[in-house]
T-cell receptor, first 113, second 112 residues
Framework: NAGVTQTPKFQVLKTGQSMTLQCAQD?????MYWYRQDPGMGLRLIYY???????DKGEVPNGYNVSRLNKREFSLRLESAAPSQTSVYFC????????????FGPGTRLLVL | QKEVEQDPGPLSVPEGAIVSLNCTYS??????FMWYRQYSRKGPELLMY????GNKEDGRFTAQVDKSSKYISLFIRDSQPSDSATYLC????????????FGRGTQLTVWP
């Protein structure tokens, strides 16, 4: 039982490059989330998916797109990376109606040069 | 003004000390109050949560909510080096579908 897994663990991009961050959970949760964590800013919600087939914008969605591929997988795409997107990205999941208890992955550290 | 304010610290205490971590908030609609713990280079994990005002105890940890002052606290008794982590408060409005609002986190070090 791996919980929430994220790939890659670390990535360096040049400005303008694109990449997709992958997330998968094996807890049969309906809801999944993408956050970014920056020093002094805490966790900020980028996008979330309340259930398979639905996605909604969070607090800081600009520059990102998401895909809820199936119930297990939720990916985050940066189409044209910018230095301001240098951050640690966390994926999380929860049961429907229980957003209080979110299970987080280990994070992806992204550096955009 | 951010909806949830949390002093980032850092906070450094000796083993065995009582630790007090705090958050303030501005939105009176918040009903659920959570504390997440995050070890270095790991994802956050839920420590405990309370609903509305009052206290909740879980072993060495006690969470307090004072809605009249819009102030929440986490107390750690008999702190241990293994408690060294960043502690994030989070809050949610009454709706079960509401998003979480996180504080910036307080970095705690407990030295032996």
């Amino acid at each position: 039982n791996a919980g929430v897994t994220q790939t890659p663990k670390f990535q360096v991009l040049k400005t303008g490059q694109s990449m997709t961050l992958q997330c998968a959970q094996d807890m049969n949760h309906n809801s999944m989330y993408w956050y970014r964590q920056d020093p002094g800013m805490g966790l900020r919600l980028i996008y979330y998916s309340a259930s398979e087939g639905t996605t909604d914008k969070g607090e800081v969605p600009n520059g990102y797109n998401v895909s809820r591929l199936n119930k297990r997988e939720f990916s985050l795409r940066l189409e044209s990376a910018a230095p301001s997107q240098t951050s640690v990205y966390f994926c999380a999941s929860s049961e429907t109606g229980n957003q209080k208890t979110q299970y987080f992955g280990p994070g992806t550290r992204l550096l955009v040069l | 003004q951010k909806e949830v304010e949390q002093d980032p610290g850092p906070l450094s205490v000796p083993e065995g000390a009582i630790v007090s971590l705090n958050c303030t908030y501005s939105n009176s609609a918040f009903q659920y109050f959570m504390w997440y713990r995050q070890y270095s280079r790991k994802g956050p994990e839920l420590l405990m949560y309370t609903y509305s005002s009052g206290n909740k105890e879980d072993g060495r940890f006690t969470a307090q909510v004072d809605k009249s002052s819009k102030y929440i606290s986490l107390f750690i008794r008999d702190s241990q080096p293994s408690d060294s982590a960043t502690y994030l408060c989070a809050m949610q409005r009454g709706s079960t579908l509401g998003r979480l609002y996180f504080g910036r986190g307080t970095q705690l070090t407990v030295w032996p």
